[in-house]
């Protein structure tokens, strides 16, 4: 289950900037609304976000793990069961502590990094954008976004909730075309805190007996 999850969050979860020559139909009520959330997210010094991570099948959620996520810039840490994803600006670091297994990568278009800014951005490129209406999400009237993809990805939709009063997500749904679905329910929402300069380091000297790939 654990290796599944983290397939799932560090895999899954696809929003590349590959650029598609076909033509976009973007919705202009729904851009202004992730244009805002994503200056809002933007301007912190740092953010933090509680949430829960769900997966199933045949569009039904059946499993649902916490997670925490800092971020300060473009740097980031995710942390979801025994896995670990730390961003410092420059390279990737996805650690295992049930396997012992550190992973090391540079970024670059076909990585996956698990940003909310990524989710709210991406549709720039890669997706129709429509404004679907008004949803109640924990019983806050989110505004409701479809995503589909301009170019066939393996998704079939994604479906972004937005709270316009606040500007920010409160959830992100991907439903992929085989019926696979993940989901992140935001429960929890911090900024501006007081954060451990080491925040987004990776310590080596913590993982001496841990396997160690560099990609």
């Known amino acids: 289950m654990k290796k599944l999850i983290s397939k799932i969050v560090f895999g899954s979860f696809v929003f590349g900037s590959i650029a598609f020559v076909q033509a976009q139909k973007i919705d202009a009520k729904a851009k202004k609304i992730l244009d805002d959330v994503t200056a809002n997210y933007k301007s912190k010094k740092n953010s933090y976000f509680k949430f829960a991570f769900g997966s199933g099948v045949n569009g039904t959620v059946s499993k649902n793990e916490p997670g925490i996520y800092y971020t300060a810039g473009d740097k980031y840490k995710l942390k979801i069961m025994e896995t670990e994803q730390i961003f410092d600006g420059s390279k990737i670091y996805n650690i295992n502590t049930e396997d012992k297994e550190v992973t090391v ?46 170019k066939a990805n393996g998704l079939k939709s994604i479906y972004i909730y937005i709270d316009g009063a606040k500007k920010q997500m409160l959830k992100l749904e991907q439903h992929g075309n085989n019926k696979d679905i993940a989901v992140i329910s935001i429960k929890e929402y911090k900024e501006n805190q007081q954060l451990d300069p080491n925040m987004f380091v990776f310590d080596k000297n913590k993982f001496k007996n841990y396997l160690v790939t560099e990609l």
């Not at 670059?108 to 990524?118: G, K, L, Q, V």
């Not at 954008?129 to 924990?138: A, C, E, I, M, W």
Request: charged share 20%; hydrophobic share 30%; no cysteine.
């Open 105 to 150: 990568a540079k970024p670059n278009e076909s990585s996956t990094m698990f940003s909310p800014i990524n989710y709210l951005t991406s549709y720039r490129k890669d997706y129709n954008v429509t404004y679907s209406g008004k949803k109640t999400v924990d019983g806050v009237s989110a505004d409701f976004i479809t995503l589909t993809p301009v």
